[in-house]
């Protein structure tokens, strides 16, 4: 894989290395706010790849689906942050490990 | 003279790796970082390369978008969360096993290694053929989001309007255990507010 | 004419009345419900008769046929629900209507104090309803929902006081040995579906009367096999050696039961079953001789243990068991008609006595046993009279019916050479049977009604005549008792459309056989009552000199025990081994797989940590299965 030219290989590349950091925030930190992030971040991931699909196809329509993504993105994190502050406010934490009532 | 004439025909590629290397600080930064402050600043950092990237790749309406969206609302509204539980910047409890840590990076690895064929396999270059000019611009996305896509569009406002409300409900102060919020009772209570205030003192 | 579904919708329908509303309304009305259902069958069935007599002279109005609705169609099976009404069926339907219907005013009278009235005509109705669905039958399987349907009705009514252990066990008994009879029926059943492929006895007929003159030795092989197997059943049904021994004990049920099903009807279903498929007998000699044989062994086996008996509803059970061999051995001779004569004759004559000795059990505040009776001729005129033309006509006296019918088929026997045992054989294990018949009769007619009494002053003061509805029913019954003999050439010539003409015989030998049977007759009713009334010190002698034998015959000859100690202490074992299989075997895997599942549950719930992370984890992993089952990422196509 040459550096030059930069084509679809390298934006796919980029995609996949942003996905697996998302994986790994959100698997390995606590922080439930630092985990949405992750989550955050594989949706831009995702997007990135969709765009570079769009611009080697020249298909408009790969746009159009990063929008909607975008949009399910900042719906989730507002739901996800109403959460934590609901969390937040009936058991003074945001750290997953303690947020383990669902269980068993 | 030559070396600027490669210079500008590289520029965009230039551009990509310069780019591309600052989200990947800006994702790293996000997962090392203790304090989520510093990790929501990051996240800011590797949300606005990425929008260059959009540039790159002629979406430039979605770029505006991301920005907007992303580093404007999104990232922003993290940053009042953070500030509105005046989070520490130690993390509370354990730490996690380094097994897990070992497995994590594992699996995480394996999503990529299986990604993996789906590069290697993709066309070296962005296709060489000619672009429309109007190619990315907000008249060209709007026309399809009116158009072609027009029920999906809809469909999202009903998303967010799902979401709006779960915002609300969620984080509404006078969360009791034992009341949940029914929104047949919310109606009625309405309808209904006096004759009940009459009847329960 | 009458539609043949209405005939059995009669009961059915009162009897469901009297179920969902019999409540609500008096015993009188319950009572009058199920008399009237039976009277109404049979009214039907005397029209159609008389119908089917008119058309007699057009042969292919000789039956009704009436198809219902097609129950079972399988491939090539095919069972239809088709009621045919031929003379045999007809002469079937009227006795059970008829008798049935007599039966059910004397029950009137004999239950109408018991706590049970309105469930024991539930049941008196619907075993009339399964009875008529075995006679009008034409499918095998259809007769099959008789045949079982009336043993769960007698099963019921054997342990109609099923308070008392000793009736509910009586009733066990009944149905358990009549379940081994009817597996050798649905094998026989089955082995006709495979062999014609098809049970309408109509159908059946017609494919043998094509294919008679072509018999080979293995299809008469086949021929015999589905003969006696079908005759297992009918041994079982019937009381025949060497199932018989459930009848006896079926007595525990009330006396108007025993003369509707343990004498008059059910009973006889299988001389009935073996008269409805004469043409399949008729191909194999072996299986008929056989036929004949056992009712031969039955009919005197059954008569000496009669002799020694004491309980007057035991006497008349084994007196009801060896009337059955003499039909058995008819139809094993091929006398259908006689057997079907003998059947009818029988009907009227054992269910009055019957009836009788239910009338003097009444009397007697529930008294059994003929040591505890005597001189009831002076207290109970009726019961008396209709008694004694019973007792004559059992004994086979001229010119009661008895005489016609069993002498005919002493003469059949006679006649006939069969493969097993010759004519001369049976006719002499016949007349010893008769003569026994005679004696034992005799002896419980002389020890009820004759001599002073011997029951205790407080059973003497209640002794009374019974009602109306207990002595009209016991009228007319021996009206037909004493005169249904003189019908013997109208029911021939009635029932040749089926069973032909029987061999008109040398008139000296009919003669000769004649006066013989009326002889044993005689004998043996003159000789008990000389013993019995005049010489009470012989049985007793006998009984010391010869208290082995004499044992024996009181016990039984120890059938039960041995039955016991073989039959039933196999299955019994047989139990046990299954029992423990089930439990340590069956259950154990049941029990080990539920906990097999239960732990590897139990374990898995330890995935569920509550962890977010933890999730993800497993969540990607996955999603890296899903990925790599469905063939991994491909690379995008060129444009």
Known sequence: MSLFPVGLQHYLALSVILFALGILTVILRRNLLIILMGIELMLNAGNVAILAFSKFNAAMSGQVYVLLTMTVAAAEAAVGLAILIALFRTRKTVNADEATYLRW | ?201 | MILLRYIILAPIAALLLNLLFGRFWSKTTTAFLACGAVFVSFAAAANNCVYMIRKLAVPEMQTIFDPVFSWISVGRVQVPVDLVFDPLSCVMCLIITGVGFLIHVYSVGYMSHDPGFRRFFIYLNLFIAFMLILVLADNLALLFVGWEGVGLCSYLLIGFWHTDMKNASAGKKAFVVNRVGDLGFLLGMLLILAVFGTLSVTDLRELISTAASAMTPASTAVATTICLLLFVGATGKSAQIPLYVWLPDAMAGPTPVSALIHAATMVTAGVYMIARLHFLYALSPVASAVVAAIGAATALFAAVIGLAQNDIKKVLAYSTISQLGYMFLAVGVGAYTFGIFHLTTHAFFKALLFLGSGSVIHAMSGEQDMQRMGGLRRYMPVTYWTFLVGTLAIAGIWPLSGFFSKDEILLSARLASTPVLSGAALFAIGLCAAFLTAFYMGRLFTLTFFGNSRASEETKHHIHESPWTMGGPLILLAVLAAGAGFGLRQFENFLSPIFGHPEEAPHEIKLAIMAVSLLAGITGLALSLYVYLRRPDIPRKISTSASLLCDCIANKFYIDELYEKTVVRLVYIAGIVSHAFDKHVVDRAVNWTGGGLRFGGFMLSFFQSGNVGTYAVWFLIGVLALLHAMGGVHPPPAP
């Open chain 2, 1 to 201: 003279m030559i070396i600027l004439q490669t210079l500008s025909a590289r520029l965009p590629d230039i551009l990509f790796y310069l780019f591309a290397g600052l989200s990947l600080i800006g994702a790293v930064q996000v997962l090392c970082r203790r304090n989520p402050m510093n990790a929501a600043v990051s996240m800011v950092v590797t949300v606005l390369s990425i929008a260059v990237l959009y540039i790159l790749l002629s979406a430039y309406f979605i770029a505006a978008a991301q920005m907007i969206v992303y580093a404007g609302a999104i990232v922003v509204l993290f940053i009042f969360v953070i500030m509105l539980l005046n989070l520490s910047a130690k993390e509370i409890g354990r730490r996690r096993y380094t097994l897990f840590k070992a497995f994590a990076a594992f699996v995480a690895a394996a999503v990529g290694v299986s990604l993996l064929p789906g590069v290697r396999g993709a066309p070296r270059a962005i296709s060489e053929q000619p672009i429309d000019p109007s190619f990315g611009s907000a008249k060209t996305v709007g026309r399809l989001l009116f158009g072609e896509f027009l029920l999906p569009f809809e469909l999202t406002s009903i998303l967010i309007l799902a979401a709006m409300v779960a915002g609300v409900v969620l984080a509404k102060r006078d969360i009791t255990p034992n009341r949940t919020f029914s929104p047949v009772d919310a109606i009625l209570d309405l309808l209904l507010k006096s004759d009940r205030k009459d009847k329960s003192p």
